[in-house]
C-alpha cells in the first residue's frame, strides 16, 4: 500500500493506494494551515480506511511547482515519515500530476498552476501511444503568451480561474478545451504516476529532494525592533553611575 500526499496547494488531499490505485482519498481546503492540518488529517484517512501506519510501503508526494510553505510542510512530512518507516518516497510534479488526469485524450494537455504577481506555473505533457511525455518542461507565464504557444487543439487543465477560461477561449476558439479542475483530482494522478516510478525502481534521496520553486518565495523583511527593555536597563545603569 502507498501514501499520495498533495501540499501544493490550498486544495490539500491525502490517498491510500494499492499498486497506484486509489482506495481511500481524503481532501480539503486550507487557508495556508498545512502545519496544522496534514497531520491530523491523515490520522483520520488511516483510521477511517482501517489502516495502519506500518503497513504503508511507500510514499509519493507531489514536489511542485506550488505553495512555498505546502510545499515544505508536506516534503517534510513525506520524508519524515519514510526515513521512520524505512520505506521508498517517490517525487512527482505537481503539473504533471494536474496533466495525468487527461492522458487518455491523447491531446497536448497543458496544466497551470497559480504563480502569483499575475503569472502562472505551467507544463504541457501528452500521452502517446505507451509513452508519457513532457512537450514543454515547467515554467514562469503570462497568460498572454499561451496562445502564442499553442499552435494545435489542446487541453488546458488545473488552476483556471473564470476570467482565464474566458481569455483563452476568446483567443484560441476550438483550438482549446478547457477543464478547471483546481487540484481536487490530483491525487490519484499522483499515486498513479508514484507507482510507475517505483515499478522502475527509481526513489528519491531522502537528503537532496527539494521543493520545485519557479521563482523565490517572497517573504517580507521583519521589521527592526527597538531593545526598549535593554535600552531603559543601560540609561539607568548610566544614571546610577552619575549619582
Known amino acids: ?139 514562469v507565464a503570462s497568460v498572454e503568451t499561451l496562445w502564442r504557444r499553442t499552435k494545435q487543439k489542446t487541453l488546458f487543465c488545473g488552476e483556471i480561474t473564470d476570467d482565464m477560461a474566458r481569455q483563452i477561449q476568446q483567443k484560441l476558439d476550438r483550438r482549446a478545451i478547457i477543464c478547471q479542475n483546481n487540484g481536487l483530482s490530483r491525487g490519484s494522478s499522483l499515486a498513479a504516476l508514484g507507482w510507475q516510478k517505483l515499478n522502475k525502481g527509481q526513489h528519491e534521496d531522502l537528503l537532496t529532494l527539494q521543493p520545485i520553486y519557479l521563482r523565490p518565495p517572497h517573504i517580507t523583511k521583519p521589521r527592526e525592533r527597538t531593545p526598549f527593555l535593554s535600552t531603559r536597563m543601560g540609561q539607568r545603569k548610566h544614571t546610577n553611575g552619575n549619582s
Open 1 to 139: 500500500m502507498e501514501l499520495a500526499v498533495d501540499t501544493s496547494s490550498n486544495i490539500v488531499s491525502i490517498g491510500l493506494s494499492h499498486k497506484g490505485e486509489i482506495l481511500a482519498l481524503l481532501a480539503w481546503k486550507t487557508r495556508q494551515n498545512h502545519t496544522t492540518e496534514l497531520l491530523p488529517n491523515l490520522v483520520c484517512l488511516l483510521q477511517q480506511a482501517k489502516v495502519k501506519l506500518d503497513s504503508i510501503e511507500a510514499i509519493v508526494v507531489a514536489k511542485g511547482p506550488g505553495s512555498f510553505n505546502g510545499l515544505r510542510v508536506g516534503i517534510s512530512t513525506a520524508k519524515g515519515l519514510a526515513s521512520t518507516l524505512h520505506i521508498p518516497l517517490l517525487g512527482v510534479n505537481t503539473l504533471e500530476a494536474e496533466a495525468y488526469n487527461f492522458a487518455f485524450t491523447g491531446l497536448p494537455l497543458r496544466a497551470i498552476q497559480k504563480a502569483g504577481r499575475q503569472e502562472i506555473a505551467t507544463a504541457v505533457y501528452r500521452q502517446k501511444g505507451d509513452e508519457w511525455r513532457c512537450l514543454e518542461i515547467d515554467n
